[in-house]
């Protein structure tokens, strides 16, 4: 199969790129390199371009006629959306739609969606399956709820075909040691503590101790990065097969509190690092579970990294590899 992979040259997108070009799929990676790497793409071209560039996306798609595309591209930090909606909606909104107008363009109508689990904002129960109402409660989550509303009205209209994944906490590193995540400035929790553990930062601050959870911090549902990889394959599989929309969670099921992982990320490393309790940070829900029922059944995706310490491990033997 022929695949263009916006934004895979980035964490999410490098490890199903190396799942793709293990599987022997040609793959054309369009990436702006700004938070991602060349090094990281393990398999397939790379072009060094920007989704902002209507044309240059347009003549990619027009010359390597993919069967598919992969949208990773995107800005995806939750405080930043809060600081700077605009980049929010100008990256992750009119850029993607820089991408839809090319995809018709050029007769691409295969298309699998970067969404997340911040488009449900409070949720009312939990776990959350895709039937949960969508209040995004910062940028990021809402910039996400508009390209999902805009692939809703373009399925019937131009006969395209989505399969959107809502991503829970997405963590670790890829189990042979090649990839990993590797952003300029590490917000996330893992990556952040591992950091800290390392002597790159000084403390790890914990955003928020009284949240209505059982220990006061927040609660995700961490997954491995490489299960969420297997869901893109199997969801353009299915996509492939049955060309009908859809749209699934992507977790396993059960979470972790913010402490919790920082006292996993002890264990693991070894190190006591120093953590300090902080406000909270804008944007963020309490909790974030999945319900992952319909991404299991309908592609039978079966998770095999659901152990939040592996996820931590391979992470660390990754953090520790990097100056
Ligand atoms: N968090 C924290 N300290 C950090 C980074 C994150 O306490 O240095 C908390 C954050 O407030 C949230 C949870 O960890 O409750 C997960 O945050 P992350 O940025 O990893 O992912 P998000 O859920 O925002 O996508």
Avoid at 169 to 182: H, P
Wanted: charge should be negative.
């Amino acid at each position: 199969m022929k695949v263009f992979v916006t934004g895979g040259a980035g964490y999410i997108g490098s490890h199903v790129v190396k799942l793709l070009g293990e599987e022997g799929h040609d793959i054309l990676v369009f990436d702006n390199l700004s938070t991602g790497h060349e090094w990281a793409v393990l398999y397939g071209r790379l072009l060094k371009g920007d989704l902002a560039d209507r044309d240059l996306v347009r003549d990619a798609l027009d010359t390597f006629r993919p069967d598919a595309v992969i949208h990773f591209a995107a800005s995806i930090q939750v405080e930043e959306s809060v600081r700077e909606p605009l980049k929010y909606y100008r990256n992750n909104v009119i850029n993607t739609l820089n991408l839809l107008d090319a995809m018709l363009e050029t007769n691409t109508t295969r298309f699998i969606y970067s969404s997340t689990a911040a488009t449900y904002g409070i949720p009312e129960t939990m776990p959350i399956d895709e039937t949960a109402p969508l209040r995004p409660i910062n940028p990021y989550g809402a910039s996400k709820v508009m390209v999902e509303q805009v692939l809703r009205d373009l399925a019937p209209a131009k006969d395209f075909q989505y399969v959107a994944l809502r991503y829970f906490n997405v963590a670790g590193a890829a189990s042979d040691g090649r990839i990993g995540q590797a952003y300029a400035e590490a917000t996330h929790l893992i990556t952040r503590a591992l950091k800290v553990a390392k002597g790159e930062y000084k403390k790890l601050f914990i955003y928020g101790t009284d949240y209505p959870t059982p220990d006061g911090t927040c609660i995700r549902d961490y997954v491995h990065v490489e299960d969420l990889a297997l869901a893109h394959l199997l969801a353009l599989r299915y996509l492939m097969d049955t060309g009908r929309p859809d749209i699934m969670n992507c977790g396993y099921g059960h979470g972790f509190s913010v402490r919790e992982v920082v006292e996993a990320a002890k264990t693991i490393t070894g190190i006591d690092f120093p953590v300090e309790e902080a406000p909270r940070r804008a944007g963020d829900p309490p909790a974030l579970i999945a319900d992952s029922t319909k991404l299991k059944r309908v592609t039978g995706w079966e998770p095999g990294h659901d152990d939040l310490r592996h996820i931590i491990k391979t992470a660390w033997e990754w953090e520790k590899k990097r100056i």
